[in-house]
């Protein structure tokens, strides 16, 4: 019985065209060698990577698997999962038919770095390592604009510098920054980032430096993972209300790997809230959630799985289809399989929009 | 009991400056505030002049709201409620020096069992607690706990340390053993900055952030083992905007089936256990505008025990009399109403 109703579903689950907005390619500083000046990579080997938190060689909170990866994904031929483009290839890319992948470099890439000029050459590095090492080897991964965000003028700069090259396909950002993405030190990224038509990707993780919570520092990793939410709500609520997209009508940001199950009930508080209060923030013309219709994309990875599967979909209609990317997080624990990832409920166009045609748009892939 | 129309689960008694409490002092304390000129304590999660603080149909003329038992007739008699937890909102818990804060906490809990319960029947409070010390917060809810008419221990949805964390486990432990709800109110100590990003430019922002303190408060109490140590112990989210929690959920839930080893004391869905532990009062209630919309997000609840009546007076949550959301099932009303709220409080019921 199981079998004779799992087939047609399956059936007509393989062969979507995917465009995955979430895979992360991985260098090591060895890698990067090429692309740092003698002066940084000497800095590398003495004083080493200093982000905001206390761990030299080693995150604050220990991830559930090795690098927080999948045990399949690490290459049979050696290297770090995300580091070998052929193996991603043939374990990804070909297996799963994806079109397009949007390549989102986590670590090392010196976003987030106390000292900002080794910041600014490590994003520029990890730019140069994925244009050679990955996007000129495989086409259909595309790269993102590393920028050290915490200088916004370093950021542009380094958006300027790769714009031209459309296989650059969004600025990239984390979501835990020193102060909230809202905040005018930051709004020469969001200029540089209109000014090329490019979206700004803001993926989860980062060290802000300030407690993970409001009421301190948690004591788990799963206390980290649930708090990526709270600190993206945090970050809308700070773009919405500094005026940012009052000033960068054109701006598009996606939000990445932070769900997007909280984004309905953020913009009903918001909207509460602001009826109370709208004269602190004059500034703004219209209510939060409106902003948040017209400028926010969220990709899907970790999907929330809701006990009711009908649950979910209501809030993907809050949310609007036409605003949700497809993602893997590939080759992450977490990873979500393009095959079963999605509710099985969901219509043919609802993942037809999900799976590509909203990752057409906001990334103008042909 | 039977009688009850309503329990009104969140009710701001405002303190209307030291004249008041001084008197409840200890010598030396109340010699302190004089000649030290110490300030008075209102935070500014609830900005005194701010239009959110209290609603201006509600505030007097010297533009204090709920500053006396007499202000309290929109509560009983246009929204018939027939008991009314006061929650104090003063900076107790905001105080630096662990020992101001537990004679302040004392002075302040003395103030509302004389100047509040004494004067109407139809009151109860819950006892303020100095947080800094747990072991002042723990013989604070001993020297109140007697008093039957104090239901609840009151903290705050944003402080030093995660809710959850061991250090402070002496507290549920007195709260279990006097069958007191540990009830987690909007607001800040101010020890960390509002949101894991620093601190904001506006209140809206702060304010807005509450709704994520209490999500971080959850997750805490949870994964650390609170309810798995404490079985009897509930946790009431007062004033947390409510729709926010089953999107929570599904995340919580979904990390947990992957990273359960972590946490081998939550032995089941965090879903399963926050909807045996934990309660939400119903104002205020983030939702959509329409009422159709309003019912699915209360469906997405999947409990009809959790939400406990309140109309977080003064604070300006509704306009008008709209004190229950339009959207509510009507077959849910006497739950939150009553049922939920008695159920909760333990100690309503031997009133």
């Not at chain 1, 399956?10 to 895979?23: N, S």
């Not at chain 1, 939410?229 to 598009?252: C, D, H, N, P, W």
């Not at chain 2, 004389?114 to 072991?135: T, Y």
């Not at chain 2, 109490?221 to 009431?236: C, T, Y």
Request: hydrophobic share 40%.
């Amino acid at each position: 019985m199981n079998v004779e109703l799992r087939q047609p579903l399956a059936a007509a689950r393989v062969k979507p065209t995917v465009i995955d907005c979430d895979i992360h390619p991985t260098a090591t500083l060895a890698d990067l060698r090429p692309y740092l000046s003698n002066r940084w990579w000497d800095y590398l080997q003495t004083y080493g990577e200093r982000r905001r938190h206390g761990f030299a060689r080693s995150y604050p909170y220990p991830k559930v698997t090795p690098r927080a990866c999948r045990r399949d994904a690490w290459p049979p031929g050696g290297g770090l999962p995300g580091s070998d483009v052929d193996f991603m290839r043939a374990q990804h890319l070909d297996h799963y038919g994806i079109e397009y992948g949007v390549m989102n470099p986590l670590s090392p890439t010196g976003q987030g770095e106390q000292n900002p000029e080794f910041s600014a050459a490590m994003a520029a590095a990890n730019n140069e390592w994925q244009m050679a090492a990955m996007t000129g080897r495989e086409p259909r991964l595309k790269s993102s604009i590393v920028v050290p965000y915490e200088d916004a003028q370093a950021a542009s700069a380094e958006i300027k510098r790769r714009a031209g090259n459309r296989d650059y396909v969004q600025v990239f950002m984390l979501s835990r920054t020193s102060e909230a993405l809202g905040r005018r030190r930051y709004w020469p990224i969001y200029e540089a980032a209109v000014e090329h038509g490019l979206p700004v990707g803001i993926h989860v993780f980062g060290y802000s430096g300030w407690p993970t919570t409001a009421t301190g520092w948690p004591s788990f990793y799963i206390e980290e993972m649930t708090e990526h939410a709270t600190s993206s709500q945090a970050l809308v609520t700070s773009m919405i209300m500094e005026g940012v997209f009052e000033r960068y009508r054109e701006l598009k940001i996606v939000l990445i790997e932070s769900g997007f199950g909280w984004l309905p009930a953020l913009g009903w508080r918001l909207d509460r809230n602001w009826k109370r209060l709208k004269d602190e923030v004059p500034h703004l013309r219209r209510a939060p959630s409106e902003y948040i219709r017209e400028h926010l994309w969220v990709s899907t990875q970790p999907m929330e799985e809701a006990e009711d599967p009908d649950h979910l979909i209501e809030v993907m209609n809050w949310i609007g289809f036409d605003r949700i990317l497809f993602a893997s997080d590939y080759p992450h624990w977490d990873f979500d399989d393009p095959f079963v990832a999605l509710p099985p409920n969901l219509d043919a166009e609802q993942r037809r929009a999900i799976f590509s045609e909203n990752a057409k748009r906001v990334y103008r892939f042909a | 009991m039977r009688d009850v129309r309503a329990v009104d689960c969140d009710v701001h008694p405002t303190v209307p400056g030291w004249a008041a409490l001084t008197p409840y002092l200890d010598p030396f304390w109340r010699d302190s505030v004089e000649e030290r000129g110490i300030g008075t304590l209102e935070s500014i999660s609830y900005p005194p002049g701010a239009p959110l603080t209290a609603r201006a149909d509600f505030r007097g003329a010297d533009t204090l709201a709920a500053a006396s038992v007499a202000d309290l007739e929109p509560v009983f008699d246009r929204w018939g409620a027939d008991i009314a937890i006061l929650n104090p909102l003063y900076g107790i818990q905001l105080v630096f020096n662990e020992d101001m804060a537990a004679a302040f906490a004392r002075a302040l809990n003395d103030w509302i069992a004389k100047e509040w319960l004494d004067r109407d029947p139809r009151l109860r409070a819950s006892i303020v607690v100095p947080l800094q010390n747990v072991e002042h917060a723990v013989d604070e809810i001993e020297r109140r706990a007697p008093d039957r008419r104090f239901v609840q221990v009151l903290l705050l949805a944003m402080g030093e340390v995660p809710l959850g964390r061991r250090a402070l486990w002496p507290l549920y432990a007195a709260a279990e053993r006097h069958q007191l709800p540990i009830g987690i109110h909007a607001g800040s100590a101010y020890r960390n900055p509002v949101t894991a990003l620093g601190w904001p430019s506006y209140y809206i922002e702060d304010y807005a952030a509450q709704a994520q303190g209490f999500q971080s408060q959850v997750a805490s109490l949870v994964s650390e083992g609170v309810f798995a140590k404490f079985p009897a112990l509930k946790v009431v989210l007062i004033e947390s905007g409510v729709t926010w929690l089953p999107a929570f959920l599904w995340r919580f839930a979904k990390f947990w089936r992957g990273i359960r080893t972590e946490v081998p004391w939550v032995d089941r869905s965090p879903a399963e256990i926050v909807r045996d532990h934990v309660r939400l009062t119903l104002q205020p209630l983030d939702g959509p505008d329409a009422p159709a919309e309003v019912e699915r997000i209360i469906e997405h609840l999947r409990s009809d025990d959790v939400l406990l009546y309140s109309s977080d007076f003064p604070h300006w949550q509704f306009d008008g009399d709209a004190v229950m959301p339009a959207g509510i099932p009507p077959g849910l009303k006497r739950k939150i109403l009553v049922d939920n709220p008695l159920k909760t409080y333990n100690r309503l019921n031997a009133v």
